[in-house]
């Protein structure tokens, strides 16, 4: 036999990925067969493959693997994403260690930096998932600021700006003063910070008196514009119509009514900064309030601050606490805990900021991507997202699409001296646009570029046809009209608004159809103690290792043991490691099969008709986990038909004495349930499937490969035949049992006495003697005595272990399960004996618990005749 003794995933691996591509074999383009298509979530191209990537890239490969090998034209689409922010952020950094400065080499340079940095370690993740066995289609690699991509989302400004869908405005944005850009909501990661609670007195003009305000930001207070009081509250009626100074500055500010202050929080005061709060700008709105901007871009005190000019924003906050106690204007300092935002990227603490920039209206362009969610023309699969979707949904803000980077997209807006603005793909179609009163030279461009969701909301359209905005859904090219819309979208929920919704709404307006029709919404990864892994706390693996150091298919198959979709993931490496005992297990398997003698003949092995069988119900209960999306159920049945009913039970049946041969019937059938087993295991394990497809039969050629070939069809399953049969595993579980209880040695026959006159104990007789040490079946009318004894379901069995029976521990357990189903009995006929069960309860149902009712009720009886015996 050529098969190693042992499974050894590096070589194999290796050499299976390269065929693979050699033989093009995840290469698709349209035909008359059922398309079914995913596009890859695209990985930013700073990144590198962590425990995130692993789960939702197995995920899709999983999918797509079985629709190829279901016949379909499966096609998954690779490609990465520009991620401006991230991007602009490493090449700053690279340039910094060689001490350039980005604004003193200017936007071209910076950007020819860029490109180079992107082309050498841009590829580096689509690389990485080689290794996992990602079979995507190489040949359709895309980013998100190719040439044909980039026009696209140029055409989509354009186009949305002339429908009145953008606009430029003055709005309250996240900013991140140490990326000097707007950022979008998603990108702003809140953590608990530990900071003071200042009360701070405001004297009232032309009195000495006083209001206290409570802040957690004294650094703003120049910034005010007002302080705002319950209508309704009693303690400040007095201060209806008057003003307060603002310590240390003096500047009077008016004291204004509104219902927004909560009367029972904090001192029922509030300062009001408009420029600094997004409440408080909407309350600004509300009372014509004025706006003053105190910070620089940078995040330092600018001329309006008036004092401590040019001091960064947290040193501020020390020095003002200072300036108010030594004033006399700081009551008092409290310990808090704030939930502080951060920019995800450059870890630095948002600020609210009232900032030019562009924007999408969101109002009216989200009616319909909300109604397809909820008409269920999309699954979000699960059904838990969709409330929080229709939530967000229905309370959606206008989306700020402007970032202050120079990587990215840039806007197609051009200025003309006279402040006249015009959008246009270039210079001189805007010049074209003002009617001959401006040149293309004297016209300025934007400098910002477009937030990256900007692009990747269009992915699933422009990775088929970059073209689709010039042109009607009727003229989309032919990949476009075929594959669109794609079969399932894998991703997380906390992108669900900012990436998925997003591209429903592109997916309407430009197709005018759905981009996708299920979406399976992963879980975090997280540690065993449920903490969310990163590098900071040293809780992730590297990926790359544990593929080396266990294999791809034993990664891929500890990743999808506790995945249920939407729930975090506990990994614990254990997963992996019974990923790779899995393997071993195969392995071993095969080459158990493959030593055997085989000789002609056909035993009639009664196994045989038995493992087909529960090789149907194990396709089909495999087939509704995948159509309903619930994977981790998926990968518990199919590991138990390999493990449990193959290699523990079927094998086991079947497996000839030792030196003895196997008859050719039973050998072949054996090898052709492998074969059925690698198919059905092959989208999740496809390197150790592939290996030992082509060992069961060496006459396959070059240019066959399991992951081309047909996927295990379902087929009607004999559930009577299998209910009976599954009897016979249950009595050789229970001899065992006893035979464990009372020490009885493995070469020690006993003798088997049935009162059944089931006919599938005869049938599986030499069966039941070779597995569970039996010398000799009695079929009896009478109930022996003396004997050891217990139930399988309804039938009695009894055991001549040829020892002494300790009638006392026999009449003792007998006693302990018959209390159990006395008490099961009883919770059983509360059931039935409540009308309202019973008015409401589907027939099936209430036939089943009549079956329970019986059942209990007949082993009760026997119990009580086995008790009476041994008494």
């Not at 669109?484 to 430009?510: K, N």
């Not at 034993?554 to 790779?580: C, H, K, T, W, Y």
């Amino acid at each position: 036999m050529s098969i190693a003794t042992k499974y050894a995933p590096e070589g194999i691996e290796s050499t299976w990925y390269e065929r693979w591509m050699q033989a093009g074999c995840f290469n698709a383009t349209p035909d008359e067969r059922e398309p079914y298509s995913i596009v890859i979530p695209p990985p930013n191209v700073t990144g590198v493959l962590h425990m995130g990537h692993m789960l939702n890239n197995t995920i899709q490969d999983v999918l797509i693997r079985r629709a190829r090998m279901q016949g379909k034209n499966a096609c998954w689409i690779p490609g990465t994403d520009h991620a401006s922010i991230a991007t602009e952020a490493k090449v700053v950094a690279m340039l910094k260690e060689k001490g350039i400065d980005k604004n003193d080499i200017g936007r071209e340079k910076f950007l020819e930096y860029a490109w180079e940095w992107k082309e050498k370690y841009g590829g580096i993740i689509l690389e990485q998932l080689k290794k996992l066995g990602a079979s995507l289609d190489w040949n359709r690699t895309a980013f998100t600021m190719d040439p044909g991509l980039s026009e696209a989302v140029i055409d989509v400004f354009i186009d949305l700006y002339k429908k009145g869908y953008i606009y430029r405005g003055m709005r309250m944005v996240n900013w991140d003063p140490q990326g000097l850009t707007a950022v979008a909501d998603d990108e702003v990661i809140f953590k608990d910070v530990n900071s003071k609670m200042y009360h701070i007195r405001y004297q009232i003009v032309g009195s000495n008196d006083y209001v206290t305000i409570a802040t957690v930001r004294p650094e703003t207070i120049m910034a005010d514009s007002a302080i705002c009081i319950h209508p309704n509250d009693e303690r400040f009626r007095h201060l209806h119509g008057k003003q307060a100074y603002i310590p240390l500055i003096n500047r009077a500010i008016p004291i204004i009514l509104d219902e927004y202050v909560a009367m029972d929080f904090g001192t029922g005061c509030l300062k009001v900064t408009p420029a600094h709060d997004p409440n408080d700008y909407e309350l600004g709105i509300k009372h014509n309030l004025p706006v003053i901007d105190i910070f620089n871009d940078n995040g330092t005190l600018n001329e309006k601050a008036q004092i401590l000019v040019g001091e960064d924003r947290f040193i501020a906050r020390k020095k003002i606490a200072k300036l108010l106690e030594e004033s006399g204007n700081l009551v008092k300092a409290e310990d808090y805990k704030s939930n502080v935002g951060h920019s995800e990227r450059t870890n630095a603490v948002i600020e609210p900021r009232l900032s030019m920039q562009w924007f999408v209206k969101m109002d009216e362009i989200t009616k319909p991507a909300l109604e397809y969610v909820m008409k269920g023309d999309i699954r979000l699969i699960p059904d838990k997202f969709i409330n929080t979707y229709r939530h967000w949904m229905e309370n959606v803000r206008d989306w700020c699409i402007s970032r202050q980077l120079w990587w990215g997209h840039r806007i197609p807006a051009w200025y003309a001296p006279d402040g006249t603005i015009y959008v246009a793909r270039t210079a001189e179609e805007a010049a074209a646009q003002s009617g001959g009163k401006h040149q293309a030279a004297e016209l300025r461009q934007d400098d910002d570029v477009l937030d990256t969701w900007f692009s990747s909301w269009l992915w699933p359209l422009t990775v088929f046809d970059h073209e689709i905005i010039r042109k009607s859904p009727a003229e989309a090219n032919a990949d476009l009209r075929y594959y669109y819309p794609t079969a399932v979208l894998v991703t997380a929920p906390e992108i669900l608004f900012f990436w998925v919704a997003r591209m429903i709404i592109a997916g309407h307006e430009y197709m005018g159809e759905i981009p996708f029709k299920d979406v399976y919404l992963t879980g975090i990864v997280r540690d065993k103690q449920g903490r969310k892994m990163s590098k900071s706390l040293g809780n992730s693996p590297d990926p790359l290792d544990l593929i080396a150091e266990y294999g791809a298919d034993s990664v891929r198959m500890g990743m999808l043991f506790s995945s249920p979709a939407g729930n975090d993931l506990l990994f614990d490496i254990s997963l992996i490691e019974q990923g790779r005992n899995f393997a071993n297990k195969i392995w071993n398997a095969f080459r158990l099969i493959k030593g055997w003698e085989v000789v002609e003949g056909d035993a009639k092995n009664p196994a045989i008709e038995w493992f087909g069988e529960r090789l149907k119900a194990g396709i089909a209960e495999i087939e509704k986990a995948y159509d309903s999306y619930r994977l981790s159920e998926m990968i518990r049945n199919l590991y138990k038909l390999i493990w449990d009913d193959f290699c523990s039970w079927y094998l086991e049946m079947i497996k000839p004495a030792y030196g003895q041969p196997i008859d050719r019937s039973t050998y072949e059938a054996t090898i052709a349930y492998f074969d059925q087993l690698m198919g059905l295991l092959h989208p999740v394990m496809p390197f150790i499937t592939e290996e030992l497809w082509h060992e069961i039969d060496t006459n396959r050629s070059q240019d066959e490969f399991l992951c081309l070939a047909n996927y295990p069809k379902g087929e009607a399953v004999n559930e009577s035949y299998l209910n009976e049969s599954s009897k016979v595993q249950e009595l050789i579980s229970e001899i065992r049992n006893v035979r464990n209880q009372k020490q009885v040695p493995v070469k020690s026959l006993v003798e088997l006495y049935l009162t059944s006159s089931n006919p599938i104990f005869k049938t599986f007789e030499g069966i039941i003697c070779k597995l569970a040490g039996v010398e000799k079946v009695h079929y009896v009318s009478e109930k022996p005595a003396g004997l050891a004894s217990f139930l399988v379901r309804t039938d009695e069995c009894f055991l001549d272990l040829k020892l002494e029976i300790d009638v006392e521990a026999e009449k003792d357990k007998f006693f302990k399960e018959m209390f159990y189903q006395m008490g099961f009995l009883e919770s059983v006929e509360k059931k039935l004996n409540n009308e309202k069960f019973v008015a409401g309860a589907p027939a099936a149902v209430l036939e089943n618990e009549r079956k329970k009712k019986a059942d209990a009720e007949s082993k009760i009886n026997q119990l009580r005749e086995a008790i009476s015996r041994l008494s």
